[in-house]
Each structure stands twice: as C-alpha cells, then as structure tokens.
C-alpha cells in the first residue's frame, strides 16, 4: 500500500496536501515511476471525499489504508477500511473502489461490464470491480481466508447522482459489491456504520491484515484440470473480466443471429492472458458450446493435454496448434482461442505438409476463418523467433479485409514476478526494450533479485530454495550446441559447460530419458530441475524461483548492450536473419527468461563485465555471496 493511518489524520493531511507529496514518492519507489498528474488529481479529489464520510459517520479511528495492493499482482484496491465489527467484535473490512464519474450506463450486452464517456470499449461495473478484489484478497490473503465474512465491498461515486448511474444496480448486490452515490452519502455513512465500530480503533486489525501469509499463487498448470473440467478456479480482475466477459457475449450474439467477430487480447508477461484463455476454455466446454484452445508452442499445448486432459481423451482433444486448421470448413467452432498469438507464423506450411494441403493461405486467415469467434491473446514483446507476426496490427488488419469487427482489450496489471510493477521495468530498461537505459533495482517487497558469481553458486542457491519447498529452475540463452538425445539408460550430455561446471539442457524429444522429462514438460515436471530449459521449454510457463544465465550472445560494453549473433546457437537464425532482428529476438528472449519467476530470479552472466554491470545495478555489492536483498 503507498500510505496507512487513522481516517481523522488523513482527512488533516489531505488539507495540507503532505498526504499526495508522500503517495507521489511511495508510487514512485514501489513502482520506478512518477505517477500520472490523472492519478494524483483523482487522489486529491476522491481521498478527501472518503475521509469526509468517516468522519461524518464518527469513524475516525478507522484505519485507511490507500492503494493497497492485492497479493501476488499489480492491481491496488483504491482503500481498505480496518476497524471492529460493532456487533461481533471481530476485525471487519471494507474494501472501496473510489469512482470520479458523473454518469455511467450498463453495457447493452451485459450489466457486468459499463459504458462511460471517457472510454471506447466497456469497463467493469464497479460493483463487479470492487466484488472481485473481495473474493481476491479473502482468496490470498491468509488473515482472512478462513473468516471470509469479514470482508464487504463498496464502490462509491462520490459525483455521481442516482439519475447519472443508478442503472448500474442491474446487476446483483450483496455484501461484497455494493454501490453508493454523492447523492446517497447518508445511505453510505448508515452503510458504513453497520460494518465498523464507532469506538474502537482500527490499528489492530490494520496490523492483522497486513501480517496475513499470502496464499501462494494457484499456478496455472497445477488447476487446470479443475479449471477446464469442473468449475472457475481463478478469479478474474477488472480488464480480465471484461475480456473474459467480452468472449462470452461475442459468443451469444454468434449463437442468436449469423454474426461474428474478432476479440484481441493484449498485455505482457504475467498479466493473465493464459488464465483467461483457461477460463473460457472451461465455461464454454461446461456449456456445451464448440470451443477449442490453440498455441503456437509444443511445450505448452503438450502439458496442457497432459495435466488439464488427464485420463480424459476428449478434454485432451481440446488443445491444438495453430497448423491445425488448414483445411478445416469455415465457421466449424463457436469459437477459437489462440493463446500466445505473437507466435503465428506466415503460413501453416512446413517441409512435411502435402502438396494437397498447400493452399499458399495465410495462418491469420485460416484461424480467423474457422471460429465464429476467434480469440488471439498476445505479447507483441514476446516474439522469439524469426517468422513469429502475431502482432495487433496485423490481426486488426486481417480482420478488417474480411469485413468483420475486431476488439482489442489491454491487460495491464500483472501477476507474475509477484505483482511487481517495478521489477518488469526494470528488465524492459535493463534489456534496453524501452528508452531510458538500465538503472539500478530498487528493492520492493515484492520480488526479489539476486546476482550469482558462479553457475555453482546460482544452482546452489536454488537448490536451497527446493529443499524450502519452492519450484526452480534453470534457463540459458541458447549458446551452447545441443547433443543428440542418448540412448536410454545413458548420461544426458552436459552441453552448457561453463568453466568446471556442466549441465545437460532440457530434452528434445517426447520420451523421459534417464530420468529427465520430456521437452513439454521440463517446467512443470519436478525432475527438469538439474537441466537448463531453452526459451521454448520456459515460454508460457512460471515457476517460483527462475535462475538466468546470460551467454555470450548479449554482452555489456562501455556503456551499452552488444549482441554476437556468432555466439547464438540458435538453429532458427539464419544468414537471412537480419543483424536487427537477431538483435530484437535475443533481447526478447531475455526479457522471457527473466520474468518467469514468481517469488525471484537470480542470474548469472558468462562475461566479467557483463556480471559488474549486473552487481552495479542490483545493490553494488561485489564482494559478497548472493544474499537476498
């Protein structure tokens, strides 16, 4: 959270104005940025209005806390209300999602989502918004995951009249999602006053709340079979909603009359786009409706069929590639979900397709033509290898020659690196992916990072992070020639041989070999600890702890990053691969690597300057071992 203390002191701070100096350089710190002026004049308008209320309803003792953070993603619940439960005497909380809007009408399609003035796509109702965040923080926050009845959530649209959003009640109301307008401050303090007491402070309860473990994070492989099989085990924020939602009305429209339309998902690492694929994939499959989930990945779309299709071969059959459908009939499904769109490729044609089969058809078209609703989420930053074009642009413009309507929504918060805002920044600028230069990492108190003298140092420690109970692995660039597979029974060759230490990367092929697993499932399966992953085995997937090893081929000069493509390994890069795009797919492929932890990454470089660098920008010690910082 950026700031906590009593409703009474933070209605006198707001006066001063101290209150926004100190958001302004908490923002600043937890997240590398200066907030936008847009978010500081919506501090200064709806915190004093808040304050106002409690303090009119004599609840001044409540502790406020602003901006809070859920657990493990970078979504901020506007405030959270501590105080005691008049009637029970237990801790009691109210989560506020704080609304500047004059007036607001429920999308046509669906009440759960909304339409205002200042945006060209639907947003969530906030009485949905602030709904989730409740279920969200009872789901991962381990103070009140067993008491769930502590928390109740409000919106409240302190501009608002009820003429001006009132419709916005259509959908259902309870404890958690309730909605009060400027016009309905009575009701709000009345509200209020039912939820906390008058004469207890709230400090303690505060400090409860704040203590409470957080629930690890469900990864996604670990529920899938729920997922698809049985019922909704994620839940859905703000933007992942509305995509999520935006799919299923697609898909009703489709069903009532002859129409069709194409929705894009967009964001970067971490920000759900695989959970929300996962979510339609189980909501349509429970409701009967033809719906089938396709990749551009082995690796990904391969566990899926093994952990989601478990002894079941007609859930198996639900994941494909995106050469699948080269010659499937037009408008076949309800709907195709295309995860990891940045990896479609020109053409569904390789060296072994039939003659029969080349039709000279584009991937984008063959997918966009075999599902009356065909989903595409992506990471345009994502893309790793020559040929990838899933881009916006390219789907948007597809879309517009066959005359169909194309919607894009963006996902920004995230969930992966522990929700860090801060620290996928700070790969971005390291990488030199967004203008600035790399700068030095700022500790937050969600992610961690960690620099390694050795590659026996980096194991070392993840080793010890395996024997807590953590999942870990090893990645590198792809630098080192890959041996042919042994015969079983045999020793895996140790190809990533850096100084007196050596290990095998992952397998190639499809059968576990002397007791590592196969290529699809390095991440997943325990045993793929030991042998370093490539990008492909690692994209698409998480694990708690990642160790990064950087090779040759990105390198620290003087005062920038130089790539050697003659360092590459990498069978996809050709003479034809320009010098660019070499450079643009080796810095992607790092920005992949370093942000497939969840809890923190350590990483190691193969150059000495390369490696100073590094400890010059993650706490400057250089003579110390690795220590959490």
Same mark, same amino acid.
């Given at each position: 959270?950026?700031f906590r ?11 001063d ?13 937890m ?7 847009s ?10 209005a ?6 009119d ?7 406020v806390?602003?901006?809070y953070?859920?657990? #493990?993603? /970078?979504?901020? !619940?506007?405030? &959270?209300l501590a105080?005691?439960?008049? %009637? ?5 909380? $109210? ?15 669906d009440?759960?989502?909304c ?8 947003v969530?109702?906030?009485i ?8 969200y ?9 067993e ?43 009345d509200?209020?006053?039912?939820r906390?007491s ?12 704040q203590?409470g ?5 469900k990864? #996604?492989? /670990?529920v899938? !079979?729920q997922? &698809?099989r049985?019922?909704?085990?994620? %839940? ?5 909603q $509305?995509?999520?939602r935006?799919?299923l009305?697609?898909v009703?429209?489709?069903k009532q ?13 971490g ?10 994939l189980?909501?349509l ?30 859930v ?6 995106f ?10 499904l309800?709907v ?5 769109a ?8 390789n ?9 000279g ?5 063959e ?9 595409f ?5 994502q %893309?790793v290898r020559p040929?990838?074009?899933?881009t ?8 517009a020659?066959k ?32 203008p600035?230069?790399p ?10 990072l ?8 980096l194991?070392e ?12 692995r ?5 630098c080192w020639?890959?041996s042919?597979e ?17 290990r095998?990367?992952n397998l190639?092929g ?11 499932l ?11 992953g ?10 708690d702890w990642?160790?990064v ?12 990053w130089?790539?050697d ?14 010098d ?5 797919l080796?810095r992607?492929t790092?920005k992949?690597?370093?942000?497939r ?16 660098k ?14 959490v910082?």
């Open positions: 959270m950026l203390d009593s409703a009474h002191t933070i209605a006198a701070r707001a006066l104005s101290s209150l926004y100096l100190h958001l302004t350089e908490q923002f600043v710190h997240h590398g940025y200066r907030p936008g002026a978010e500081v004049r919506s501090w200064e308008r709806s915190i004093p808040l304050a106002g209320v409690l303090n309803a004599g609840l001044g003792e409540v502790e806390m602003l901006e953070a859920l657990p #493990l993603n /970078s979504k901020r !619940a506007d405030a &959270v105080g005691v439960h008049p %009637v029970t005497g237990e801790p009691s909380y $109210v989560v506020v999602e704080l609304k500047q809007w004059s007036q607001a009408e429920p999308d046509e399609d009440p759960a989502l339409r205002i003035d200042a945006y060209a796509h639907p969530l109702n906030p949905e918004q602030v709904r989730r965040y409740c279920e923080l009872v789901n991962f926050n381990g103070a009140v995951a008491h769930p009845s502590r928390v109740s959530g409000v919106a409240y649209l302190y501009n608002a009249t009820e003429f001006g959003v009132g419709a916005l009640r259509a959908v259902e109301l309870d404890n958690r999602g309730q909605l009060f307008t400027g016009e309905r401050r009575g009701e709000f303090i509200h209020l006053r039912s906390l008058d004469k207890v402070s709230g400090a303690r309860p505060a400090d409860e709340l203590a473990r957080t629930v690890p994070s990864q #996604l492989m /670990s899938a !079979a997922e &698809v049985e019922r909704e085990q994620f %839940v859905l924020l703000d933007e992942q $509305v995509a999520y935006m799919v009305n697609a009703r429209k489709a009359s002859d129409h069709k339309e194409v929705v894009v998902v967009t964001g970067g690492p920000t759900g786009k695989s959970v929300i694929a996962l979510s339609l189980g909501e499959y429970r409701q009967g409706v033809p719906a089938l989930h396709a990749t551009g990945s082995q690796s990904f779309t391969k566990t899926m069929r093994k952990v989601a299709g478990t002894r079941k071969r007609e198996q059959d639900l994941f494909k590639y050469n699948s459908f080269m010659t499937a009939e037009k408008n076949a309800d195709l979900i295309c995860d990891e940045h990896r479609i490729r020109e053409t569904s044609a060296r072994y397709t039939p003659a029969a089969h080349r039709t058809k584009r991937q984008i078209d997918l966009i033509d075999v599902a009356r609703v065909p989903v989420l992506l990471d345009e930053h %893309v040929g990838e074009m899933g916006v642009e390219e789907i948007k413009a597809a879309a020659t005359g169909l309507e194309c919607h894009v929504v963006p996902l920004e918060s995230q969930f992966r690196c522990g929700g860090s805002d801060a620290y996928l920044r700070w790969v971005v600028r390291l990488l030199g992916l967004q600035g230069g700068v030095v990492w700022e500790p937050d108190d969600r992610m961690q960690l620099v390694a003298d050795s590659p026996q140092q194991e420690f993840l080793e010890a992070r395996r024997a807590q109970g953590y999942g870990a090893m990645s590198a660039g792809y020639p890959w042919p042994p015969k079983p029974g045999d020793p895996l060759p140790a190809d990533v041989s850096i100084g007196d230490w050596a095998p990367w190639r499809e059968r576990s070999v002397s007791g590592a697993p196969p290529s699809a390095w991440a997943t399966d325990p045993a793929g600890f030991g042998q370093v490539c990008v492909y085995t690692a994209q698409g997937f998480e694990y990642s160790g090893i950087i090779g040759p081929d990105l390198v620290w000069r003087g005062d920038r130089v790539t493509r003659t360092a590459s390994k990498d069978p996809v890069f050709r003479k034809s691969t320009s660019a795009d070499v450079d643009r080796i992607n790092y992949v690597l370093l942000t932890g969840m809890i923190g990454t350590i990483v190691y470089s193969t150059d000495p300057e390369t490696r100073e590094l400890r010059e920008l993650v706490a400057g010690r250089q003579e110390q071992p690795v220590s910082v």
